[in-house]
């Protein structure tokens, strides 16, 4: 991979810049070129509204319509998820590289940009395979969409053209803009691309958002003329989802970079490679679990606003016919934290002093198992008469109670104490503080992580002697008392490692290859999670196309079981673990990342 | 590199495989569509509770919370000591029968709240047609009680349905009494006045000192407009077609009554 024939060295940088410009040119044109076809399509879908009221859906041959449009809006989102985490984990890196002076992390934010040109392009073409379908198989429903939103959808467009001008003149200016003052405004371009971005998603998000929690002043019989548009772009879950969509983007994004470096790490062929992608998986890996930290919060945020929007979709939501669906999220998050834990032990080999705190990954070990089983078992899981009768009443013989959220709560916090114990430990693994007051700030950093350990197993069996009602705003404390401890402790760390002793610099590079399969899990199961959590959102609207507003009277309105929806979610993951793999590839073939000489 | 490449396919293919899989093995329920039931006046009393509890278990939605014995109130088994619905359900409230009381509750679910429950209760005729409400109403009938749902109530109820509705300008009472008025449209089921009703909303008491009469008008018209500070949570119960249930004098009358509690 990466290698360029026999051409004199000297004209290697032309020809790769003529390669990276016509393949990203190209790919570009294209989506842009399908994106743009469609919207006669689409406009005429918007402006005959009432004709196409005779045709309600067409047929998908095969797989059907529901399956056809379910794919389509999955991998889009998954490469939409991809080039909008990206970016921010480029904005990231460069200005790391900036204000820190460490110039890797520069190439790494311009490798990556390097690869987002030809997935943005994948993300449009998927976008546009979206809209043809929601046209030609939903044509009543976008119709609805079309009719309320053409507005936002106008605005949607023109933000993408910025945001794809923003995106070459970030990459193709960054060589000629690497010194001084144009440094920074490098950088600023990366901030505006972020923007445009984010201001695509946060219009993307209103229109899904809208299908789910449709205002009050919307019903069956509104005529779309009558409708405010700020009224339903400002819906109940819009911002929610928003907000839990920019930190999982990064998540995402980081889980994804982790990946490639893995990849390239077991394909390296000489130690400094090696070393530059070990670098490269522990800054992705760092990033992804990093955020996954704070994605529970943004998810309670969520779930809160459905109850409060809709108690009934709440309870189909967490109790109804998706009560096992939280059963498998359970598991793969602790599949998570266990690979990102996992991964951060076995890098502890590779750093000179680590071993003091070795013998504690054990019992680290030990309270992620524990969490991960509590957090996984079932309670009141939607039954029958006949199950009812079985379990002789509403819980489990054995298990009772066991399972209600002060339990789950209580185990999930603990688990992400237990993980921000593992960032903490294998950041000063190495280090060596040299302030005065290092020992006594060690001593306040334990106390908090013993005091919100306390406040949080105090809170979770205390939930069990009080309402349902007020059991759940327990919740608050437990989350409030564990981010206090990571900002807190984060705090006194940083300043009390400012020019501490090196026990050794890191050995980048000898890293067992057992750890990078761990990241390969890691990016599966992100995936595969993005897919669960995207089928509960838009499943809990049920036979409905927009939420008590417009039924789905389709053959496929009804909701499909969890093993279905699996087999769709393992279908639309492997299609874009595919298409990612090849866009790597060629991004391998265009250009070779300049390394730069590690430092400790 | 054939050999990482390998390993590198079989843990990515292995992880996919093993999620589908635990999903796959793990119980299977669908979200079915509630299927529209049409009956003629034949209908007999096993086929109303055959329709019934198929909605109660399936599309209905019902076992989400009942059955679970928190979120509300038990009803095939028993609740506390009590036996199965059917057997209580005539005694639930003084001058409603047990087919009253059911479909009332279904219809109207802020009117019966039980002690200890929270009043999530949606109001079920929003995604059932009134023929599958009466056929869960013959199903929770048959819990330990007597089903006396017939063609009767079914007819009854489609011929309602059938007459012109909301948004005809026809109101669903003839009285402009105010106070007739808050009775008849079940506002006391949410909102105390006097020694009635119950605080779900804001009290009426004193709510012409807090509230001018435009924005009395706008919270009948449009509740999610303005939501009053401390009932956030119960956002979304309160109904928004009193505009169409309401003629524009009955609607006035009301909000001068309720302007006038000082």
Known sequence: ?600 | MWATNLKILGVTLGTIALYTLVANVIPQIESEVPEELSFTGEVTAAELVAAGEELYAGAGGCTACHGLGERAPNLLTGEGDQGPIGTRCGSRVEGEDCKAYLHRSMVEPGAFVLAGYQPIMPDMSRTLSANQIWAVVAYLESQGGQVDVTAADLEAETATEEAPAGGSGVAEVATTDPQELLNQMQCLACHRLGSQGQEVGPPFDGIGGRRDAAYIRGSILDPAAQVAPGYEQFAGIMPTNFGERLSAAQLEAVVDFLAGQR
Request: glycine share 10%.
């Open chain 1, 1 to 600: 991979m990466g290698h360029d024939g026999g051409r004199p060295a000297a004209l290697r940088p032309v020809i790769e810049s003529r390669r990276v410009r016509w393949a990203t040119a190209t790919a570009l044109g294209a989506g842009l070129a399908l994106l743009v076809a469609v919207l006669p399509a689409w406009a005429q879908e918007a402006a005959g509204g009432a004709a196409a009221g005779a045709r309600e859906y067409g047929q998908f041959p095969g797989i059907g319509s529901r399956a056809a449009i379910w794919i389509a809006a999955e991998v889009h989102l998954m490469f939409a998820a991809f080039v909008l985490g990206v970016p921010m984990f480029a904005m990231v890196a460069e200005a790391i590289g900036i204000f820190g002076g460490d110039e890797r992390y520069d190439r790494l934010a311009k490798e990556f940009t390097r690869l987002l040109l030809i997935a943005y392009s994948a993300t449009a073409i998927w976008g546009a395979v979206l809209l043809f379908f929601l046209t030609t198989l939903y044509p009543r429903f976008w119709s609805h969409m079309a009719s309320i939103f053409e507005v936002s959808m106008w605005i949607y467009v023109g933000l993408f053209f910025l945001e794809s001008f923003t995106l070459y003149l970030y990459y193709y200016g960054w060589e000629r803009m690497q010194e001084g003052g144009a440094k920074y405004a490098h950088w600023g371009l990366a901030i505006l691309l972020n923007v445009w971005g984010t201001a695509v998603m946060f219009i993307a998000d209103s229109w899904l958002s809208y299908m789910m929690s449709p205002p009050a002043t919307v019903t069956t019989d509104t005529a779309s003329g009558m409708v405010q548009l700020w009224s339903v772009i400002n819906n109940a879950t819009w911002m929610p989802i928003n907000i839990h969509r920019v930190i999982a983007n990064v998540v995402f994004g980081g889980a994804v970079v982790a990946a490639y470096a893995a990849y390239r790490f077991l394909a390296a062929k000489s130690d400094e490679e090696r070393a530059h992608y070990d670098w490269m998986g522990y800054v992705g890996n760092l990033i992804a679990i990093g955020a996954l930290i704070v994605l529970p919060f943004a998810g309670y945020y969520l779930g809160r606003e459905i109850y409060e929007y809709n108690e009934q979709m709440g309870i189909t939501m967490m109790g109804g016919f998706m009560s096992w669906l939280w059963i498998i999220q359970a598991f793969l998050i602790g599949v998570l934290f266990l690979a990102g834990n996992y991964y951060l032990w076995v890098g502890m080999q590779r750093i000179p002093g680590a071993e003091r705190f070795l013998p504690y990954t054990k019992w680290m070990l030990l309270v992620l198992i524990i969490g991960v089983i509590v957090w996984a078992t079932p309670h009141t899981m939607i039954a029958d008469r006949a199950e009812l009768e079985a379990m002789g009443g509403s819980h489990h013989p054995f298990l009772g109670v066991l399972g209600v959220m002060s339990a789950k709560n209580t185990a999930v916090n603990l688990m992400i104490l237990t993980t921000f114990l593992s960032f903490l430990l294998y950041r000063r693994a190495n280090k060596r503080p040299v302030v005065s007051w290092a020992r006594a700030a060690t001593l306040v950093q334990s106390a908090l992580f013993v005091i919100a350990a306390a406040i949080v197993l105090f809170y979770g069996v205390y939930g069990y002697f009080v309402t349902a009602i007020v059991r759940i705003g327990f919740s608050v404390y437990q989350v409030l008392a564990v981010l206090f401890t990571i900002v807190g402790v984060t705090a006194i760390d940083v300043f009390m490692l400012r020019g501490a002793e090196s026990r050794g610099a890191v050995r980048w590079g000898k890293m067992p290859e057992r750890s990078q399969y761990a990241l390969f899990v890691l990016v599966v199961t992100f995936t595969w999670l993005m897919g669960l959590m995207g089928f509960a959102r838009s499943g809990i609207r049920q036979h409905w196309h927009v939420w008590e507003v417009m039924r789905d009277t389709s053959p496929w309105a009804a909701t499909p079981a969890l093993g279905y929806a699996a087999t769709m979610i393992s279908a639309c993951v492997l299609i874009f673990l595919g298409l990612i793999s090849f866009i790597f590839w060629l991004g391998g073939l265009v250009e070779k990342p300049q390394l730069v000489p590690k430092r400790g």
